[in-house]
């Protein structure tokens, strides 16, 4: 196994081929359109873990992008100090296992019967509007751009623009286990 891609500035374009790498991973799994609204008996159907991955990547990437425009009128704040709880938290979250059983925030949460075709697509364009952000910027700005967690934002925590990659690849991942988990129940389910 090859060692963890840091979290850093400098690495932001190794972070940024991990994110493609699992947004396509996750893309192959539910390649299957009749899989589509598989799921147990309770919990979110296969469609609807794409859907959440989906919003969740635009959550962040709309937070970036607003950040990089409030950075570029130099109306950005200066990054807040960040308290030992919440460095704690972020070093979770940016390492190789996401924490499993957060409730969704509102804007990320999916809808009962999502569109399969949106959803696969704002996958893909998720984690290509992050690259786009990076792209952008010039290696000074990469560093001095921060968002508010938008995730849970009554803690008042940020994410700085590497770190939001490695969470949105780490969170990819937690939520092609998931689906799988899903395919591996229903196969279970019709073959006893």
Do not use: C
Not at 97 to 113: Q, Y
Not at 121 to 145: F, K, M, N, S, W
């Amino acid at each position: 196994m090859t060692p963890p891609v840091p979290v850093d500035v400098e690495h932001l374009p190794e972070l940024l081929d991990e994110l493609d790498r699992n947004a396509a991973a996750l893309l192959e799994v539910v390649a299957t359109e009749a899989d589509w609204t598989l799921r147990r008996t309770s919990g979110w159907s296969i469609g609807q873990h794409v859907e959440h991955v989906a919003r969740s990547l635009a959550l962040t990437a709309q937070g970036f992008e607003r950040a990089v425009d409030a950075l570029e009128r130099d109306a950005l704040p200066k990054r807040p100090w960040r308290d030992p709880l919440q460095a704690v938290f972020v070093k979770v979250v940016t390492g190789r296992r996401f924490p499993r059983g957060g409730r969704s925030p509102a804007p990320a949460r999916p809808d009962p019967v999502p569109d399969r075709t949106r959803a696969l697509y704002d996958v893909t364009e998720g984690a290509h509007r992050h690259r786009r952000i990076v792209d952008h910027l010039q290696p000074a700005a990469r560093e001095r751009v921060w968002i508010w967690n938008p995730f849970v934002p009554k803690f008042k925590w940020h994410y700085l623009l590497p770190e939001i990659v490695r969470v949105q690849t780490n969170h990819i991942e937690h939520h092609k286990l998931l689906i799988m988990e899903i395919l591996m129940w229903t196969d279970q389910q019709s073959h006893p």
